[in-house]
């Protein structure tokens, strides 16, 4: 599929992996709108980008914000793309070393937001994305999910985290085989240590110990190799119902 002329939506596109996609996509020619919590941020992306971003500010997880987020996306263009970065993390564990057990709270918010907010979008961008005229092989739009590789190997204290984005692999495969009858491919990239701004803040030796624990290249993945893997897999038309490992061959540690 021809990212040109399309339209998309990026949750989480105001920072890190989703402003790296938004910016990826916005170059090949397609309409952005960037749907993000943080409101001062995404505007000032969608001005620095001109005619090829706007913005909804809210949260993934909620039903109204999202519709809104999903109409604006098609009333832009034939909504065809939709990636969901959108995402937060929280570190604690089952019981802490005094038997004390995990907050359910936290647990509750980080599934809402990585998995709920992640299906949320996804179910009401295909609603829109159906609705778009067929094009080759009667493909009407792709769908990219963000994971982890936290999915696979969790460290300590990352069971809710890992928990939500288990999630998100999981629906990879029913949600491409329910929306096959659409035109709409479903695929999900699983980033292992990348560059965004919540590493930025850890000291340089910190960043590069975390690094040199990848297998190769022996850095973090930079967001702009997320971008294109994003768009690798939008043009890709043979690629559904995947999760591709974005992570220089890493396989995490217990911590």
């Avoid at 297998?215 to 930079?222: A, H, Q």
Wanted: charged content about 20%; glycine content about 14%.
């Amino acid at each position: 599929m021809d990212i040109k002329d399309c339209s998309a939506l990026v949750t989480g596109g105001a920072s890190g992996l989703g402003e790296a996609t938004v910016r990826a996509l916005s170059e090949r020619g397609a309409r952005c709108t960037i749907f993000d919590r943080d409101e001062a941020r995404a505007k000032a992306l969608a001005d620095a980008l001109g005619g090829g971003a706007d913005y909804v500010a809210g949260d993934v997880s909620d039903e109204e914000d999202a519709g809104r987020a999903v109409a604006q996306a098609a009333a832009a263009g034939d909504l065809r793309i939709t990636v969901n970065c959108a995402g937060i993390g929280w570190a604690q564990r089952t019981i802490d070393r005094e038997g004390s057990p995990h907050d359910l709270g936290a647990f509750k918010t980080v599934v809402t937001v990585n998995l709920i907010g992640s299906f949320n979008v996804m179910r009401l961008a295909a609603g829109a994305i159906a609705k778009c005229a067929p094009l080759a092989d009667g493909e009407r739009g792709v769908i990219v999910n963000t994971a982890s590789v936290a999915a696979f190997e969790g460290q300590i204290g990352q069971i809710s985290y890992s928990a939500s984005k288990g999630g998100i692999v999981g629906m990879t495969v029913p949600a491409a085989r329910d929306l096959a009858p659409a035109g709409i491919r479903v695929n999900t990239i699983a980033p292992g240590l990348m560059d965004t701004p919540l590493l930025g803040l850890l000291p340089e030796e910190a960043r590069q110990a975390l690094g040199a624990g990848v297998l190769f290249p022996k850095r973090l993945g930079y967001p702009a190799e997320f971008a294109r893997l994003v768009c690798s897999i939008v043009e890709n038309g043979y690629l559904n119902g995947e999760t591709v490992r974005l992570d220089g061959g890493l396989r995490m540690p217990p911590k």
